[in-house]
């Protein structure tokens, strides 16, 4: 018999899109609400200190970021993003140079749910990649 996941689609549906706002106001002092500590990306165990860095030097890399949710399907305690970026990266993106032109791209990611220390969701696992060849066939 399958276990019936802590959350709701509707719960993590709502907690998502709470991290993309986070993510878009560089709220990244509010993460803890969002991430939990032990986060894993990419099955590398990040940590929260990880992950903010990536994420800081990410909006480094890229100031007029922002996170566009696309596509988005819920099953728990996974939820499934598709993001859509339009965008103006200061130097080189993901080896390419790009030097302030602007481009677009998607990223799919799959974030995993469990319960934070106050029971509120967390992600705790993000699985992502990023349609590289779409942004070098642009440039």
């Known amino acids: 018999m399958t276990e019936k996941p802590p959350f709701t689609a509707s719960e993590i ?3 998502y899109r709470a991290y993309i706002d986070c993510l878009n106001r560089r ?3 509010a993460l803890p ?3 939990a500590a032990e986060v894993h990306h990419n099955d590398r165990p990040f940590g929260l200190p990880g992950y ?3 994420l800081e030097s990410d909006v480094r890399a890229i100031p007029d970021l922002a996170f566009n949710i696309a596509r988005l399907a819920c099953e728990p305690p996974l939820i499934a993003a598709g993001l859509a970026f339009d965008c103006t990266p200061v130097g080189a993106l993901f080896g390419l140079p790009v030097n302030g032109r602007r481009v677009q791209f998607t990223e799919n990611v799959f974030y995993h749910y469990a319960p934070g220390p106050d029971g509120a969701p ?3 696992r993000v699985w992502s990649v990023i349609d590289q060849a779409a942004l ?3 440039l």
């Open 13 to 15: 549906t709502a907690a």
């Open 122 to 124: 967390r992600i705790h």
């Open 27 to 29: 709220d990244w002092d």
């Open 33 to 35: 609400d969002h991430v």
């Open 52 to 54: 903010r860095a990536m």
């Open 136 to 138: 070098a066939a642009q």
